[in-house]
């Protein structure tokens, strides 16, 4: 079993955006900045009127690694985590786990698409290669 994150009135949205399918991203509602890991306040212009917003779910890889360790019991190794540019929210960097490709794969400029994994009462975002 994998170590849940603790739920926080900021990022709930963030963890849990996955029961209806939507990768949620928070946004500054004064100056559009694009927020992650979700803040209470924006990191460009410290408003507090922060709010998560559904983006489209894909992206593109900027990063990635092969890992061969199990950093939790259970986990099957290797597996590979992405570095995945968002579309749809500028500067926001999502790392996650890549499922439905063999972890040696994955490259660099390679479009991902969101899906996610359900324990408990969160849904972790992985990507697993568009079409
Ligand atoms: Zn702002």
Redesign the pocket.
């Known amino acids: 079993m994998r170590p849940l994150p603790e739920l926080t009135p900021e990022n709930t949205a963030f963890w849990t955006g996955g029961a209806d399918g939507r990768l949620m991203i928070a946004f500054?509602?004064?100056?559009?900045?694009a927020?992650h890991p979700p803040q209470i306040v924006?990191?460009?212009?410290?408003?507090e009127?922060?709010e998560s917003r559904a983006v489209a779910g894909t992206g593109t890889v900027y990063s990635h690694t092969v890992n061969h360790q199990p950093w939790a019991p259970g986990m099957a190794v290797p597996f590979a985590l992405a570095v995945v540019d968002v579309d749809g929210a500028p500067g926001v960097r999502v790392t996650a786990e890549v499922v439905g490709a063999d972890a040696d794969s994955v490259a660099i400029g390679q479009r991902m698409k969101v899906t996610f994994l359900h324990i408990d009462d969160v849904w972790f975002p992985q990507w697993e290669p568009a079409q």
């Open positions: 500054c509602r004064d100056c559009d900045h927020i924006c990191p460009k212009c410290w408003s009127r922060v």
